[in-house]
């Protein structure tokens, strides 16, 4: 199948500072590409959706100024968790969809903010 | 809201098949079912996905009911390594346009000696 990697696999910060997150596709251009949030012993929260060239779109409740979301290419997004606060510690996934529109995940990014 | 429901927890001893069940009793006509898997601290992971008809590939089996409410995740030889959690997903939107996924809460399978 496709390959989605991100990058950090995991990042510690400190309080109020910004945190950038990348997703590439690296075989595949990718139409779309999805943002998601774990909390430990829970399930996956879409954050947003992403396409090329165009304005994010958001999840109800999802702050948009507060998670960055660049789709700049076919096989880069960027989330960006800005002024990050301990609440914000969670496990970050991304997954893309290309031409057949299946989706595959990336590893995702594991996030502590101290 | 996820539009499924799964038991929470499964355990199936090695060497057995897995069958896990998934209700989607609200399922739309376009809607596709689709099965990933997440094992600990890791990406979800495709399995399998299906309209109407059943499917099978090299991971596992996927049997929809002919009213398309529920389905069954079938791994037929299950393995150590196939501990994890699935989640049964309606896709919305439909196979060809690209639709969310929208999780639920799964089933964790423990796969025991």
């Known amino acids: 199948g496709a390959v989605v990697s991100q990058h950090p696999s995991w990042v510690i910060c400190k309080s109020g500072t910004s945190v950038k997150i990348e997703c590439r596709s690296l075989d595949f251009q990718a139409t779309t590409m999805f943002w998601y949030r774990q909390f430990p012993k829970q399930s996956l929260m879409l954050m947003a959706t992403?396409?090329?060239?165009?304005?994010?779109?958001?999840e109800q409740g999802v702050e948009k100024d507060k998670f960055l979301i660049n789709h700049a290419s076919l096989t880069l997004s960027t989330l960006t968790v800005t002024s990050a606060h301990p609440e914000d510690s969670s496990f970050y996934i991304c997954?893309?969809?290309?031409?057949?529109?299946?989706?595959?995940f990336g590893p995702g990014t594991r996030l502590t903010v101290l | 809201d996820a539009k499924t429901t799964q038991p929470p927890s499964m355990d199936c001893a090695e060497g057995r098949a897995a069958n896990l069940p998934c209700n989607h009793s609200t399922i739309s006509g376009n809607e596709y079912v689709y099965w990933y898997r997440q094992i600990h601290s890791q990406g979800p992971q495709y399995i399998i996905h299906?309209?109407?008809n059943n499917e099978t590939n090299e991971m596992a089996s996927l049997i929809i009911t002919e009213d398309r409410k529920s389905s069954t995740l079938i791994l037929p030889h299950a393995t150590l390594r196939d501990t994890a959690v699935y989640y049964c997903?309606?896709?919305?939107?439909?196979?060809?346009?690209?639709?969310?996924?929208?999780f639920g809460q799964g089933t964790e399978l423990s796969v025991k000696p």
């Open positions: 992403s396409n090329e060239g165009s304005k994010a779109t958001y």
């Open positions: 997903i309606v896709r919305v939107g439909g196979g060809n346009q690209g639709g969310k996924l929208i």
């Open positions: 299906g309209l109407k």
């Open positions: 997954s893309a969809t290309g031409l057949d529109n299946e989706q595959f």
